[in-house]
């Protein structure tokens, strides 16, 4: 626990001090590099759970995708032509290269898992009016975070219910209570220190954090899937305490796109 705490200080202090200085330069470098490491951690999952995982490709696409999407015209058309033109390549190259399913399935969904999911975090670092800024990005980050202390904490020291024992032992349902409550105090309370949140009203910033509290725990329930399967504890040993860059991201995979659909198209 304390390595863990000591590496969580580290990585939210790099982190902030990063986007403090660089701004917007820093955040699409932070997401470029979480998604090719993840990527790379994903891929040897998927090998050890036997899916031929093509992973010096899928590495590549992890790594090319975020970084297009960054200079690109940010226009539904060009995105739409990108994410066909993307998903082409990843099936061509397949059926032309490996000429293996299971290399085809597994790179669709380690597209779709990292480096498309990921990729809405950039939507977000681009797009300049009200409700999109760095501090919406911030604030989904820090409420999907605090899902994970607050599961980690009640679950640790209340939990007796299990939620997927055969996933996860560790993770209870007064976990997930725990984490639920966590995120939607943060989610009342971080808006007080940016004012470009306050178009939210009490009861979007209670749903909005529920609704990623929510898809935390899926998307970390997926990781923890993928995990078991290949009878891996951590996804690597890069961050002490943590496990590797996978292990640190798994609860945000999901809730990027959801907490961009959410700002985008349910708030006021």
Known sequence: MKKRALSSIFLWGTLLGSVYYFQKSAIVTWIVLVSLFSQIELSKILRATGLNAWSSFDAW???????????????AQVLGSVYLTFLMIICLSAIVKTKNAMSLISSLFSFWYIPFNLHFLILFARTAHTNFS??????????????????????????????????????????????????????????????NLTSLSYFQKITFSCILAMGAVVSDLIESLLKRQSRQKDSGGLIPGIGGIL??????????????????????
């Open 247 to 268: 292990d640190l991201v798994d609860s945000l995979l999901l809730n990027a796109p959801i907490g961009y659909f959410l700002v985008k198209y349910c708030s006021v």
């Open 61 to 75: 696409i992890a790594f090319i995708f975020p970084v297009t999407l960054w200079f690109i015209p940010l226009t």
């Open 134 to 195: 760095t501090s919406t990005l911030f604030w989904i980050v820090a409420v999907t975070k605090m899902t994970d202390i607050g599961g980690l904490l009640i679950g640790g020291t209340l939990g007796k219910h299990h939620l997927a024992l055969n996933v996860s032992p560790q993770k209870t349902w007064e976990g997930v209570v725990g984490g639920i409550l966590l995120a939607c105090a943060a989610g009342l309370l971080i808006p007080c220190c940016f004012h």
